[in-house]
């Protein structure tokens, strides 16, 4: 699996660029191959990545919104790119030319301790699945959109449900290397240089979640960026179903970026989000 880095996010009291209703603000910090990034003003930010050498540069930035998806722009003319998945808990950062990408979860103090342990990795506190099935993928082509796309976490590779629908009643089967507390979704076909697949796909709506011990079903945003499932009780193995889609405006295969398993202790950090009653 490709090798990605966490960041860490120290927050910031300002009103940067935003991300929807969201400020990009704070000092988003790799480990010492990756450097850090930190947002000083609404349109100028310090870097100090491979891009630039490592060397510490008071440069512009832009956010641009492009469809769903949003670009971090920066550099002498803007020139260079991060394709940007946001939410209050972890942004996600992949470079345009594919290399260098980075994941950052909302830092301070108290959560240090949990910060430090932070990998995307096998058992790590945010855990990619030992295996993925699905009762339905879609091969176009010599492009096969198989289930184990779903831990990549590469855009362009998702999973695509190939029924001849929209995927209603299709199912995932996901089976951890330990028992996780949570679930990170990114919803839809998410690509580096084609961000109308996107809109022109399905995305899924709402999902039903079930394990040994419970069943119950969440609405998803219709967005790209990471939402976070609380389950109601810890689990090795989970199924998923799809039960409503936002339609494709073009084609009815419905899409999922990839699904990612929270674990303890990063379940007492990270949800925004919770399963319904």
């Known amino acids: 699996m490709k090798k990605y880095f966490f ?3 120290m927050l910031l009291i300002a009103n ?3 991300f929807g209703d969201e400020p990009m603000t704070g000092r988003f910090v790799g480990d010492e191959t990756d450097g850090y990034i930190q947002f000083v003003s609404s349109n100028m930010a310090i870097f100090c990545v491979s891009k630039n ?26 020139k ?15 470079d345009v030319d594919g290399n260098n990408s980075f994941i950052g979860i909302q830092y301070s103090d108290k959560d240090h301790p949990i910060v430090s342990r932070i ?44 029924d001849p629908g929209q995927g209603i009643g299709v199912s995932i089967d996901i089976k951890w290397r ?6 990170l979704i990114s919803n839809g076909y998410v690509s ?7 809109v ?46 936002f339609p494709g405006s073009k084609w009815s295969d419905t899409c999922i970026n990839f699904i990612m398993g929270i674990c303890s202790p990063l379940d007492s950090f990270f949800f925004e989000k919770r399963h319904d009653p």
């Open 53 to 78: 050498g490592f060397s510490e540069s008071l440069v512009p930035y832009r956010i641009e919104k492009n469809g769903a998806m949003n670009y971090l722009r920066w550099g002498p003319g803007y």
């Open 80 to 94: 260079y790119s991060y394709l940007v998945l946001y939410s209050p808990k972890i942004c996600f950062f992949f």
């Open 200 to 245: 022109m796909n399905s995305r899924v709506k709402r999902i039903r979640i079930k394990s040994d011990n419970f069943d119950f079903t969440t609405n998803l945003e219709d967005s790209p960026n990471p939402q976070s499932i609380k389950l109601p009780q810890a689990a090795q193995s989970i199924t998923l179903e799809i039960v409503d889609v």
């Open 16 to 18: 940067f660029s935003s």
């Open 7 to 9: 960041l860490i996010v």
């Open 178 to 183: 330990q028992p996780v507390l949570g679930i």
């Open 119 to 162: 990998s995307v990795s096998e058992n790590s506190l945010l855990d990619t699945a030992a295996s993925y099935h699905a009762t339905s993928e879609l091969t176009e082509g010599n492009t096969f959109y198989g289930a184990s796309n779903l831990g990549k976490l590469i855009p362009g590779y998702a999973w695509v449900e190939g």
């Open 192 to 198: 580096l240089q084609k961000p109308y697949l996107f």
